[in-house]
């Protein structure tokens, strides 16, 4: 019997020749990635465990990215940054960016892309959900708690329990309307949102095979959505080509096996998804943007590690340009490269940001920012009654700030024709 | 490891994810810190919607107004329980409002990882929705040498899922203590 690629990459983690779904290994880790949220907890954690002598097992494999919250006044959030900030000069960490330096890379998800940290074959654990993200560079990428995180510093292993693999194929080519985005919400509304839970969701196809890194990365953020333990796509020649110049670390390249054996298989073909949204407050309460149609939005958030990317911009520029918003719209670039991209990149001969002020956008600094609410002084976190339409990942109640605000997933596209329309539309009507 | 737990339970319903277990803006305070701690007692399922706090008849505060702890020990819930964030302080929350066990259909992986290796609550899957068959408010009785849970309100016996593959960790108190003991760390 064949292997997955995700049971190949723990197999060689583990030092093992095999390994079967649902036994419980050690796993040698290749990086651990922490924030400002959930780095100081792991570091008291790691040093109360392990003492006064307490030693960090490769330095070079720990990489902290303050994140989340960034621009706020809340002296408790500022005080988790100096924490992370001073840890890193105690044990002189090469990998740390500090907030309000030169260094500041914004969203870890995106930042560990660029940076180089993301490589085929390893194992990146960390303190955030949407760890799965990396998982686009065909390498096992999860998130773990505070106590798995400082064990990992201490140890270099944690144990896991080996996955079984969902496989999702996407046959066509991407219509202009559609994006990752898109298919992601379509395999949330079809197996919901424990519908992978401890799985991993592979994806492949000529749709995906087609998509840049940025937008794999859409696919395999969303995982977590459905309860997976990872998402993954196999390395190919548009991931070598991403890397190119990023990164001096070697790396190994897996493939799944064509006998491997699968838990379940979806296919799709990409010329009868239609642009989704996942209603309130589920991701996986899917409907098409259209039967939303007539829903009036007070707000439009195109951000995060899900839809802050360049390529969302990009989609979301293909809507703007030349038009107005007719709702309050927010243009959160995940990280600091995207926020300066925003200037260089042109549509149509005008810069990405040029296009969102003229359509009346605000454009806000790169961090997690009001994805997941934040600190009452967050830009764009949502109040009283709110209806918002969201290229992040997550609309359970409270999500973005308020209890009793709606939010909408969408993908940029149809992020961006809902702001000019003032209502949920699908993006169809203005391409 | 307690073997029995009792207490009055906490009904909720499906998919109740981190965000409602520990709103993300209280996540600023330090979990070492003893009265900041408290912080996260006091906020625990704060985020969950009115109507569906307290089940069957909703509207029921976890904490009360003011209130840093609990009056509930054990949480009833339905499936997927703490799906979203990886947020440690979730479980943590739970606990530092005088939750003992959660039991649930079924689990989020992070949230139920975190559970057992930071020796937080005892998550325990029941296969089936208890949370419609017990009311909030109901005294129950955890028995984990024969995984049952009796409610005491109506007398009726429901049978747990054994811990299996993270009872050691369990047993142990959480990961730390399991590694040393099998001297995996020092």
């Given at each position: ?13 583990a030092g ?25 907890p ?40 100096d ?35 993301n ?9 955030d ?128 096996d ?28 899917k ?31 293909k ?101 000019v329309?003032?209502?949920i539309?699908?993006p169809?009507?203005?391409? | ?51 569906k ?16 702890v ?31 066990a ?23 899957e ?9 009311n ?23 049978n ?7 009872y ?8 730390f ?10």
């Amino acid at each position: 019997m064949g292997m997955t690629i995700t049971e190949k990459i723990l197999a060689r983690s583990a030092g093992r020749k095999k390994l079967e779904p649902g036994e419980n290994v050690w796993l040698n880790v290749d990086t651990l990635m922490t924030h400002d949220v959930c780095g100081p907890p792991t570091i008291e954690i790691w040093e109360k465990e392990f003492g006064a002598g307490a030693e960090i097992w490769d330095k070079n494999k720990l990489v902290i990215f303050p994140d989340h919250y960034i621009f706020t006044k809340n002296a408790h959030a500022n005080r988790n940054v100096d924490l992370l900030r001073d840890f890193a000069r105690r044990y002189e960490l090469k990998n740390y960016y500090d907030a309000g330096s030169e260094r500041y890379k914004g969203v870890c998800h995106i930042a560990l892309a660029e940076e180089g940290f993301n490589v085929p074959g390893a194992v990146l654990f960390g303190t955030d959900s949407h760890t799965c993200t990396s998982g686009a560079f065909g390498m096992f990428a999860s998130g773990v708690g505070n106590t798995d995180a400082a064990f990992i510093m201490g140890a270099g292993k944690i144990w896991e329990k080996v996955p079984e693999s969902m496989k999702f194929t996407f046959n066509g080519t991407m219509p202009e309307y559609l994006t990752a985005k898109d298919l992601i919400l379509q395999i949330l509304g079809d197996i919901g949102t424990d519908g992978a839970s401890y799985r991993a969701m592979e994806f492949e196809g000529e749709a995906v095979s087609s998509l840049s890194m940025l937008e794999r990365m859409t696919l395999t953020n969303m995982a977590i959505e459905a309860g997976a333990i990872n998402g993954i796509i196999a390395c190919d020649e548009v991931t070598e080509k991403y890397l190119e110049g990023k990164t001096a670390q070697r790396y190994e390249i897996f493939k799944s096996d064509p006998d491997a054996k699968y838990h379940s298989q979806f296919t799709y073909d990409t010329g009868w998804i239609e642009p989704l949204v996942a209603k309130p407050h589920s991701p996986d309460n899917k409907d098409t943007a259209r039967n939303c149609e007539g829903t009036k939005i007070t707000s439009s958030y195109i951000g995060s590690c899900t839809g802050g990317k360049l390529t969302d911009f990009r989609f979301a520029a293909k809507i703007l340009y030349g038009r107005k918003t007719a709702a309050r719209t927010f243009i959160v670039p995940a990280s600091t490269q995207t926020a300066k991209q925003l200037y260089s990149e042109k549509y149509k001969g005008e810069p990405l940001a040029k296009i969102f002020t003229d359509a009346g956008c605000i454009i806000v600094e790169s961090s997690c920012a009001a994805c997941l609410g934040g600190p009452s002084d967050t830009i764009g976190r949502s109040v009283n009654g709110d209806v918002v339409i969201s290229t992040t990942n997550r609309n359970f109640p409270g999500r973005m700030g308020s209890k009793s605000a709606e939010v909408y997933l969408a993908s940029p596209l149809t992020a961006a024709a809902s702001a000019v329309a003032g209502a949920i539309t699908d993006p169809r009507n203005f391409l | 490891m307690e073997k029995i737990i009792k207490g009055k339970a906490f009904v909720l319903t499906d998919n109740i994810d981190t965000d409602q277990i520990i709103p993300a803006e209280h996540l600023v305070y330090s979990t070492s810190d003893e009265n900041e701690l408290k912080m996260y007692g006091k906020f625990a399922l704060s985020g969950v919607p009115k109507d569906k706090s307290g089940m069957p008849e909703g509207n029921i505060p976890f904490v009360l107004d003011g209130g840093l702890v609990s009056g509930y020990e054990i949480i009833i819930a339905g499936s997927n329980f703490g799906c979203g964030s990886s947020r440690e302080h979730a479980p943590l929350a739970l606990k530092t409002a005088g939750v003992k066990a959660v039991i649930a259909e079924s689990y989020a992986r992070i949230f139920y990882r975190n559970s057992v290796d930071g020796g937080f609550v005892i998550p325990i899957e029941t296969g089936e929705k208890l949370c419609n068959k017990i009311n909030t408010g109901d005294f129950i009785e955890i028995n984990l040498e024969n995984n049952t849970l009796k409610n005491h309100a109506d007398s009726a016996v429901y049978n747990l899922r054994p811990l299996c593959g993270v009872y050691d960790i369990v047993n142990a108190g959480g990961l730390f203590n399991y590694a040393r003991q099998r001297g995996i760390i020092k």
